[in-house]
Structures are given as structure tokens and as C-alpha cells.
């Protein structure tokens, strides 16, 4: 059985402005004027930092979610070789820092815009561009499967073994007979699947959201957020994005359309995460919002 995973151990109390100030500024120099907070996401505390010279976005990791922005620096800096539209990397503070020790900093480029989520309208335009992303994405080929392990090779020989590896499975079985039943259900029928055809993993980006997409202030889309990627079936991808935005079935290959059953599964383990992360941060409100559509998931998959 998989370890237990603290969500709640981030440690964000004791960083003060104060000493994330001085770590940026010994680890890079900055003369720093002014750092202001932003209220995204439910993981990592991010900023804005004016200097004299520019203006950069960082992000801090909590103290459970190890190497992660390393991670992610290894992803954006994969994508940078595609020419793919991501922030430029300013560097990266390693958790081994003296100033904020566990945790790290990446600083990137800052990208003035709006979030696509904040648009009124969304076009088929706009959603094949975010298409292409994933597609370049899904053309590095990654050794194994999984997490990423410090050597950017997965963390699990097999698919499978990925896909029933969930994190405070025990607590999510606890919520309900109900829930527990489905759940049981679902990795019975992820065990029946063949994944041998996969061999290799393919990079996933693994937590869509319109708010890592901005348009720029020239009309340019990039993508951000990049942390939670890891390697696996890039269907798994796909049935996040079309759970949350159905119009994306479009952009998909007719070997991925065929899939449904395997793409409704996907939707579920994706979903069980959620509901793994949400009860153990004792979010409620957030919980119940994922069982919801967890159970949504499960009735269209039983006509199917």
C-alpha cells in the first residue's frame, strides 16, 4: 500500500515575504522593489516580483510535494526545444536552499495577459492551439511510467501499476459503501484493459485547466504549469480535458474517439485523485464537488 501523503504539511506559515526576498535576491541578485501575492491554484504559493530590471513570476512548492518544480523546469525546457509558447526559465532554487530549506522556487518569465478560462467566449481557434500543446507533449516518449523520478525516467514499470497506485486510497474508500463499491469497480475494470502495446510512457501534462493557458497581451497562447506532468497513456490526458470541456472530442485521432469505455475510466481515476487530495485537506465543499461528478462519470459509464 501506497504511503500516506500529508497534504496539509506545506509549512507556507513560516515563509514570510522577508526570507523569499532573500533567497532571491543571494540566489540571483535581484534589487527587489515591490512582490505581491497571487490567489491561483490549490498547491504552490505564487508571486509576482518587480525588480529594477523586470518583472518575474514565482512559484513556491510546499514542503510534500518534493522536486516538483524541478520537474517542471525540465518539462517547460523540453518544450522550449519544440518552440512550443511557455515562460522563459529565470532559474530554479533547489530545496536544499538555506533560507527556506524543503522548498523550492522556480522563477520565470512573467507573461502579462488573461487566462483563458476568463474569456467570455472560447473558439475553436483557441482550443486547437491548446490541442497542439498536448500533441507536442505526447511526442516525448519517456522510459518508464508514473511520477517522474529524479532521473526524468517514471517510477513504475508498468501502465497499470500506475494507474492502481492511488493515493490515500483507504480514506477515499472510507467516505461511503457507496463509494467504495464504484472504486472497486473502477480498478477491476482498469485490471481488464491490455497495456501492453504501451511500451514506452509519453509525457502528461495530468491536471488540465483553462487557468494554465493566458493570451497574451500580442494575442499569443502559453501554456503554463507544468509541475504535475508524468509519463503514461496520453488518452489519459485527453479524457481529463473532454470530462471539462466535451467540444475537445473534435481535436481527437479516430483510434482515440474509439476508446470510450477506457476514456470514461480514465475520467474516473483522474477524479479519484481529486477526491484523494480534497478529503485529506478536510475541503469539503471541493470533496463533494468531485464525488458528484465522479458519480456522474460512473452512471454514463455503466450505458456505455
Given at each position: 500500500m501506497r504511503n500516506f501523503i500529508n497534504y496539509n504539511n506545506t509549512d507556507f506559515e513560516n515563509l514570510t515575504d522577508g526570507v523569499i526576498t532573500k533567497e532571491l535576491e543571494e540566489k540571483f541578485h535581484f534589487e527587489i522593489i515591490s512582490m505581491s501575492h497571487i490567489d491561483t491554484g490549490h498547491v504552490n504559493k505564487c508571486v509576482v516580483v518587480e525588480t529594477q530590471e523586470n518583472t518575474f513570476f514565482c512559484k513556491i512548492s510546499p514542503l510534500w510535494?518534493?522536486?516538483?518544480?524541478?520537474?517542471?523546469?525540465?518539462?517547460?525546457?523540453?518544450?522550449?526545444?519544440?518552440?512550443?509558447?511557455?515562460?522563459?526559465?529565470?532559474?530554479?532554487?533547489?530545496?536544499?536552499?538555506?533560507?527556506?530549506?524543503?522548498?523550492?522556487?522556480?522563477?520565470?518569465?512573467?507573461?502579462?495577459?488573461?487566462l483563458i478560462s476568463q474569456l467570455p467566449n472560447i473558439s475553436d481557434d483557441i482550443l486547437e492551439k491548446i490541442s497542439k500543446v498536448y500533441c507536442c507533449l505526447h511526442s516525448f516518449e519517456v522510459k518508464k511510467f508514473g511520477w517522474l523520478d529524479p532521473n526524468f525516467i517514471g517510477d513504475k514499470d508498468g501502465w497499470l501499476d500506475f494507474l492502481l497506485d492511488i493515493e490515500n486510497l483507504d480514506l477515499c474508500r472510507s467516505i461511503s459503501k457507496e463509494l467504495n463499491k464504484k472504486i472497486n469497480f473502477l480498478l477491476n475494470n482498469l485490471k481488464k484493459f491490455d497495456f501492453k502495446s504501451l511500451k514506452n510512457g509519453r509525457l502528461l501534462y495530468g491536471d488540465f485547466n483553462l487557468d494554465n493557458f493566458i493570451l497574451s497581451l500580442s494575442g499569443e497562447i502559453y501554456a503554463l504549469d507544468f509541475q504535475n506532468c508524468f509519463s503514461g497513456d496520453p488518452l489519459y490526458d485527453y479524457s481529463i480535458i473532454i470530462d471539462k470541456y466535451p467540444s475537445f472530442v473534435k481535436f481527437l485521432n479516430s483510434e482515440q474517439k474509439i476508446q470510450k469505455r477506457l476514456l470514461k475510466l480514465y475520467t474516473l481515476r483522474y477524479l479519484l485523485t481529486r477526491i484523494s487530495y480534497f478529503i485529506q485537506k478536510n475541503d469539503f465543499e471541493l470533496t463533494n464537488f468531485y464525488i458528484k461528478r465522479f458519480n456522474s462519470v460512473y452512471q454514463k459509464l455503466n450505458i456505455i
Open positions: 510535494y518534493k522536486k516538483s518544480l524541478s520537474r517542471e523546469k525540465w518539462c517547460l525546457n523540453k518544450l522550449l526545444t519544440r518552440k512550443v509558447l511557455v515562460p522563459k526559465i529565470v532559474g530554479l532554487v533547489e530545496d536544499n536552499n538555506e533560507n527556506i530549506p524543503g522548498h523550492e522556487i522556480l522563477v520565470l518569465e512573467y507573461i502579462p495577459g488573461k
